[in-house]
């Protein structure tokens, strides 16, 4: 397994009209922008069907949204307007390109051998003193959830352990929440904010 699950990937490609309709917008987004410079420029990691892209362009932000499935991606676009680019979390190659970067029930599909490596590259993606919020299913190792999905299911010393290997940062914080997901099942969720060394 590299930096992303075939078989994940796979039913996304299967279910994303389904899974696009039934998206909705991120409860944690408004704080999210709340923090970001006004026009601030925004990377979006697994956009899903674009609902919290939309959100971010009518605050008036510079929302570049990516998704790793096509299909998905093709959902966004047709959403929004405008182009979704399909990109793997491996792939990811700026520098010091973005004030943010927003990463919501997504990089919880990431290997939990590639996240240090992922997490890197989201570091080394934001500008200096940016922003990047992620959240994950809390658990004690990967494995799949009902629909086959790949988790990485980290507990919370894993998820610091990942972000350490990935620093230096200026600050991660870890906290979390109660909620369900996709599957229907209810999960503790690791929410976690990191800034970058301004």
Known sequence: MGGHDPETLAFYEAEAEVYAAQG??????????????QGARILELGCGGGQDAEAMLVRGFDVIPTDGSPALAAQAQARLGRPVRVMLFEDLDAQAEYDGVWAQASLLHAPASALPNILARVRRALKPGGRFEANFKAGDGEGRDSLGRYHNFPSRAALAAAYDAAGPWASVEITQSEGGGYDGVARTWLIVVAHTVA
Request: charged share 20%; net charge positive.
């Open 24 to 37: 909705h917008v991120s409860r944690r987004l408004t704080n999210f922008l709340d923090q970001m410079p």
